[in-house]
């Protein structure tokens, strides 16, 4: 294994340790499938633009935004499923919600340069309707900033964690 490998293999179980441990005790959803990659650019980059916080919690912000705007423009009330029959309308609109939710969280990243890929999968679990409401935009944010902060947290904790250790 790579010098680094082990501890960002363990650190990335660690950030997502701390909003999964809130996801429990509240019963909210504050673990989902793009605070991942989130976690995976952190424990493998540590210190450097694209872990920058103002990055990876504006992007999601982005993505938050943009995915409510789409689902709630184009597809309100619709939520993808693993099949719809053939050429279904409710189909349709989620396809263009998520479409449109990637575009402008594309443009808005660039624009506020706060581009952080794992934002668009952000805007996809939102306009796809998995993820649909204010309330969970707000704990997808709260939950993003979480992961920022027990990052954070531990780097000022152990100075040796930033881009020298990394693998």
């Known amino acids: 294994m790579r010098e680094g490998a082990a501890f960002s293999t363990l650190y990335v179980g660690v950030l997502l340790a701390v909003p999964g441990a809130l996801a429990w005790v509240t019963g909210e959803a504050l673990l989902f499938p793009s605070l991942g990659p989130s976690a995976f650019l952190l424990a ?5 633009e694209v872990t920058r916080p103002r990055r ?7 993505g938050i935004a943009a995915g409510l705007v789409a ?3 184009i597809a309100p009330g619709l ?6 029959p053939m050429l279904a309308a409710g189909q349709l ?8 939710a990637v575009v402008l969280t594309t443009g808005g990243m660039l ?8 934002a668009c999968a952000t805007t996809l679990i939102v306009s796809l309707g998995l993820l649909p409401s204010l309330v969970d935009g707000a704990l997808i944010a709260v939950a993003v900033t979480v992961l920022v902060a027990a990052h954070e947290l531990v780097s000022r904790e152990r100075p040796g964690l930033s881009s020298e250790s990394s693998p």
């Open 44 to 48: 493998t980059v540590r210190d450097g």
């Open 71 to 73: 689902y709630h423009t």
């Open 56 to 62: 990876i919690v504006g992007g999601h912000l982005v």
């Open 79 to 84: 939520t993808v499923t693993a099949t719809a």
């Open 111 to 118: 624009v506020t340069e706060t581009v952080h890929p794992p």
């Open 93 to 100: 609109r989620l396809v263009a919600s998520g479409v449109l």
